[in-house]
Antibody, heavy 118, light 107 residues
Framework: QLLLQEPGPGLLKPSETLSLTCAVS??????????WAWFRQTPGKGLEWIGS???????YYNPSLKSRVNIYADLSKNQFSLNLTAVTAADTATYYC???????????WGQGARVTVS | DVQLTQSPSSLSASVGDRVTISCRAS??????VAWFQQKPGKAPKSLIY???SLQSGVPSRFSGSGSGTDFTLTIDSLQPEDFATYYC?????????FGGGTQVEIK
């Protein structure tokens, strides 16, 4: 069973960079045909996809965030990370990491990290 | 972007009721639809993938159906632990998108 954990920084100031890391257990970030993704949720905008990457290194980003987002993996630590630059109050949200098989036969979300920009 | 319209946005039901939630896509999404359940303060939990396939460990009272642009989540015999918010998600096309959610409340 995939388990994902993404402890967060809690509070950031505007213009700072949000950095989150998702530790994976019960599976490997480098496993063939797996995806790894970041989402966020706000009361106003609901659930929003930030970006995804695949075992073969292909990465997709939400066009609305693409200029500020970087998602990458550290295979040696079996984790993947999100950097979001130049944060504003609009980036205040609960951030979730997600991973599973490409066909979605397995999908597992982390418990979430609440981030406030103020 | 693919827009997903969920209806209703909320509903009240009793234990034992049959509940159906609709998710309509703005274009054909080839059955690449997942359904999630979310309880307050918790992460979304996957229930259904590929429109109608049940995730491992999910009770059989949950089922999904539909194709093309119209999809449905059905809960047969609603249980107390099923009161939550439900979301559909399409993973056919980037950017991935979600419906606005359906809150299932106790009548």
């Amino acid at each position: 069973q995939l388990l994902l954990q993404e402890p967060g920084p809690g509070l950031l100031k505007p213009s700072e960079t949000l950095s989150l890391t998702c530790a994976v257990s019960g599976g490997s970030v480098g496993t063939t045909n797996y995806y790894w993704a970041w989402f966020r949720q706000t009361p106003g905008k609901g659930l929003e996809w930030i970006g995804s990457f695949y075992y073969n290194g292909i990465v997709y980003y939400n066009p609305s965030l693409k200029s500020r987002v970087n998602i990458y993996a550290d295979l040696s630590k079996n984790q993947f990370s999100l950097n979001l630059t130049a944060v504003t109050a609009a980036d205040t949200a609960t951030y979730y990491c997600d991973g599973g098989t490409g066909p979605r036969t397995v999908m597992s979300w982390g418990q979430g990290a609440r981030v406030t920009v103020s | 972007d693919v827009q997903l319209t969920q209806s209703p946005s909320s509903l009240s039901a009793s234990v034992g009721d049959r509940v159906t939630i609709s998710c309509r896509a703005s274009q054909d999404i080839n059955n690449y639809v997942a359904w999630f359940q979310q309880k307050p303060g918790k992460a979304p939990k996957s229930l259904i993938y590929a429109a109608s396939s049940l995730q491992s460990g999910v009770p059989s009272r949950f089922s999904g159906s539909g194709s093309g642009t119209d999809f449905t989540l059905t809960i047969d015999s609603l249980q107390p632990e099923d009161f939550a918010t439900y979301y559909c998600q399409q993973y056919n096309t980037y950017p991935l998108t979600f419906g606005g959610g359906t809150q299932v409340e106790i009548k």
